[in-house]
DNA sequence: ATGGTAGGTCTCCTA
C-alpha cells in the first residue's frame, strides 16, 4: 500500500498537479492539507478516471481543509474538531484494516511566546489536546500524516541555531511534539529509512531561488504505531518544488507490506 | 538586519 502526503496549499488552484502526483505515483491513497475550500468546491471526482473513486474530505472556506483520494474503500470517516475551533484540521479513516488519521496543525504565528502570540499558545494547546486524545483512545495498527508544522531534529532546518528561535524549531515546540510522539508510540518512518542527512519538504516561497538557497525545513511527517512495523520506504517527492505553480510544500510518501 | 512570495478573499489575513 503506497500513502502520500501533500500539503498542496490550495486544492483547486493545484488540482492539475494532484492529477499529474496520481497518474505518476499511483497511491493507494493521498491525504492532502490545506485544500483551503469547502468540500462542494473540492472536484474530488476529477480523479476517478485515474482509478481514485473514493474520497472523503472536511473543508473550509479560505483557511485548512484536509481531504483523502483514493482507490480503495474509506470506512469509518471521523473528523475530530481539536479545541472546538471549528477550523478542519483532522480526519480519519480506515482502509485495509488500517487507521489514517491526517492532520493540518496551526502554524504559529510569528512569535514563539504564549503570552505574546495567541497562535502560538493555540499551536501548542493543540498538539496537547491531540496527545490527550491518543492517551484516551490508545493507537493501534495506526498511520499518521500530515502537516505538522514542525521540524524537530537538528537536519530537519537548514540551520539549527539560526532557527532555534523560529516558530516550527523552538524548543517549546520541538519537546511537546516528541512528547506526544513517545507517549503515542508512533514511529517517525521518514528518519527510520533516511536516518541522515538534511531532508526538507517545505521552502518558502520567499526565496529568489529556493533549490539554491535550499532554506527549507522538514515540515510534513509520516508516522506510524510501534505494532505496525511494515513500512517498506519513506521518501520526499522534491522534484515537485519545481513544477508549475508550485505548492510551498512537496509530498512525502510512504510504502507499506499489509 | 531586513524583506522577500503566494493564496483566498474578510482589498487584509494567513502561511
Known sequence: ?????????????RSSLIYRLLEIEKPDI???????????????????????????????KSYNGVAFISKIPLEKIEKIDFLNCKEARHISVVVNGITIHNFYFPAGGDIPDINLNKKFRFKL????????????????????????NIAPEIDDVWDHKKLLNVVSHTPD???LLKEFQANGLWVDIFRKHNPKGKHFSWWSYRSRDWKLSNRGRRLDHIWVTE?????????????????ERPSDHVPVVAEFKI
Do not use: H
Open 1 to 13: 500500500m503506497k500513502v502520500i502526503t501533500w500539503n498542496v496549499n490550495s486544492i483547486r488552484l
Open 227 to 243: 505494532d505496525f512495523k511494515k513500512s517498506l520506504n519513506c521518501y520526499i517527492l522534491k522534484s515537485l518544488r519545481d513544477w
Open 173 to 175: 515546540e520541538v519537546n
Open 30 to 60: 493521498l491525504c492532502l492539507q490545506e485544500c483551503k475550500s469547502i468540500t462542494e468546491q473540492m472536484s474530488l471526482d476529477l480523479f476517478e478516471s485515474l482509478g481514485y473513486l473514493f474520497s472523503a474530505s472536511w473543508g473550509q
Open 125 to 148: 494547546e493543540y498538539i496537547r489536546e491531540v496527545e490527550k486524545f491518543f492517551n484516551l483512545n490508545k493507537p493501534f495498527k495506526s498511520i499518521l500524516v500530515g502537516d505538522l
